[in-house]
């Protein structure tokens, strides 16, 4: 089992950023998938960032790459999304999530099985 706890959201205006933190316990191993989720009112939740656990590897999706960038720190088994120049069509509730193993090879949310409650981000324009 594993547990999620996002925090560092908020509101700014556009232009400005933000460092969103996870807080994970529990088991995680190698080749699992972390990944950042958000999903704004009305909308999909969308994937926005993905690393693989212990490795180097990171995925964006288009609308967020050169602006966000996603981090580790295996030791203290925090995640983290460095979100700069937010724009207003940035805002949304932000979640943590992991998958089983995988690599990040399959990035759709169904596969991640542990969530974090969310922290929201709104940006101002």
């Known amino acids: 089992q594993v547990q999620l706890q996002e925090s560092g959201g908020g509101s700014v205006q556009a232009g400005g950023s933000l460092r969103l933190s996870c807080a994970a316990s529990g088991a995680i191993y190698r080749n699992y998938c972390i990944g950042w989720f958000r999903q704004a009112p009305g909308k999909e939740r969308e994937g926005v960032a993905y690393i693989v656990y212990g490795g180097v590897s990171t995925y964006y999706t288009d609308s967020v790459n050169g602006r966000f960038t996603i981090a580790q720190d295996n030791a203290k088994n925090m995640l983290y999304l460095q979100m700069n120049n937010l724009k207003y069509e940035d805002s949304a509730m932000y979640y943590c999530?992991?998958?089983?193993?995988?690599?990040?090879?399959?990035?759709?949310?169904?596969?991640?099985?542990?969530w974090g409650q969310g922290t929201q981000v709104t940006v101002s324009s």
């Open positions: 999530a992991v998958a089983r193993g995988g690599s990040c090879g399959n990035r759709d949310a169904s596969v991640f099985a542990y």
